[in-house]
């Protein structure tokens, strides 16, 4: 759970919030399924340009992100996680993506500092065995900071 402040200027608890950007309708339902069962609250965006609109909107604690997927009002997921990290960089951001051999995707990765997590890998200790491991570590991390904090807000 993560403290928000309310319109009325009042603490309230809630989940913490979840993006994911991908342009795959079925691994948007995995992740989907996987996160929800574990308490975030999710939303998802099937490109880019949607998923802009939604981090700028939801502030969300934690983003799953395709890098390649195809161009939508002229950004695409790289570009996207460029903005991201300039306008949030205290939001986790997880790459998911099935390219990993291209160099600029591996030079931005290693720049930013952003984990990559395979949809090729194996499932149980590749890829996605390794994000569910990371997202269910990041919520015990704020379940944690909400309770140091008390009633100060931990979003940001």
Do not use: C
Not at 23 to 29: F, K, T
Not at 70 to 76: A, L, M, Q, T, V
């Amino acid at each position: 759970m993560v403290l928000k402040e309310s319109e009325g200027g009042t603490m309230e608890s809630t989940s913490p919030i979840a993006l994911i950007i991908d342009d795959s309708p079925v691994v948007r339902r995995y992740l989907r399924l996987r996160l929800e069962s574990s308490g975030w609250n999710v939303d998802e965006a099937g490109d880019a340009f949607a998923g802009l609109a939604k981090h700028r909107d939801l502030r969300p604690d934690l983003i799953t992100l395709d890098l390649v997927m195809p161009i939508n009002d002229g950004i695409d997921g790289i570009q996207l996680a460029q903005v991201i990290r300039e306008e949030s960089p205290e939001t986790v951001l997880f790459i998911v993506s099935g390219m990993t051999s291209m160099d600029d995707v591996q030079s931005f990765l290693k720049k930013h500092r952003l984990e990559f997590f395979g949809k090729t890998e194996a499932p149980d200790f590749g890829g996605f065995g390794r994000l569910f491991a990371r997202t269910d570590e990041l919520l015990r991390e704020l379940n944690r900071l909400e309770q140091l904090v008390g009633e100060a807000p931990v979003r940001h």
